[in-house]
Every structure is written in C-alpha cells, then in structure tokens.
C-alpha cells in the first residue's frame, strides 16, 4: 500500500511540473519573449522587414544597421549609437527611444506615435513623413525636428508638421 501511495505522489508532482508545458509553448507561439541586444556590435546589420516587437537595444552600436520596415513597437533602445541607420518606414510605436545619437540616420515615412524620445539627437536626421504623434520630446529636440519637417506619412496619413505641433 505505501508503494500505491508513493507512486501516486510522484505521479501527481510529475503532472504538476509538467502538465502546463504544453499551454506554455503554445503561449510563447503568440508571445514570444523579447530580445535582447545589450552590449551588442550590431554595426551594418540588416534587420530589415522583421518583426522586433519590445526587442532591447542598451549600449548597443547600431551604426549603419538596417532596420527599414521594421516592426520595433515598444522596443527599448537605450544609450546607444545608431549614426547613419536606416529606419525608413519602420514602426516604433510606443518605443523608448533614450540618450540615442541618430546623427544622420533615415527616419523617413518612420512611425513614432507615442514614442518617448527625450535626451536623443537628431542631426542631419532625415524625417520626411515621419509621424511623431503623440510622442514625447523635449521642447529643444521639437523646435530642431520642426525646422526640417516636411511630408506625410504613407501609413497614417499624418503631415510631420502636424504630428510635431509645429507652429
């Protein structure tokens, strides 16, 4: 009888532990975790085209890096270096976009609503169409992008002037 209850035991923890696996995996199908990319020399990479959502940037060179048409929304790109990127087209809706030098990066007909962009820069940055709605910037960094806002954006139909609040 002790060896019934005994078997039983180990049988129930067995279930416990691995019962949910398949639940898991078919969870992790639609919720895939996010990647991460600290510390990385990401320099001239092509992520063009592919999904990225909530991926991390922290401390990453990204100089060169090709990210047009890519679905970054809620991605973290933090303290890094991203010269000469390309992110035309790219949506980075709800991303976090801090201490990031976008010295002569392409964010053309890009989607940046409800962005938080504080403490980056942006010179020779290309926005044409680029829709900035809703998106947080410092008073300094929406007087420079209002200087050189023009067109609207493909997707959202949204002018750069408007979207920016320029005056």
Sequence with gaps: MIRFWH???IACVAWA???PLPARAQASKYYPPPLSYSNAELTGR???GQVMRAAEFSNANLELTDFS??????SIFSASVMTKANLHGANLR??????IALTGADLSDAI?????????TFDGTDITGADFSGAILDGAQVRELCERASGRNSQT???????????
Excluded: K, N
């Design 112 to 120: 940046l609503a409800e962005a938080i962009l504080l403490r980056s």
């Design 7 to 9: 078997f039983l035991a």
């Design 69 to 74: 048409h890519a679905d970054l929304r809620g």
């Design 46 to 48: 092509d992520f063009s």
């Design 17 to 19: 532990a691995l019962g």
């Design 157 to 167: 139909h949204i002018d750069t002037r408007a979207s920016l609040r320029c005056p």
């Design 94 to 99: 709800f991303a976090m976009v801090d201490q």
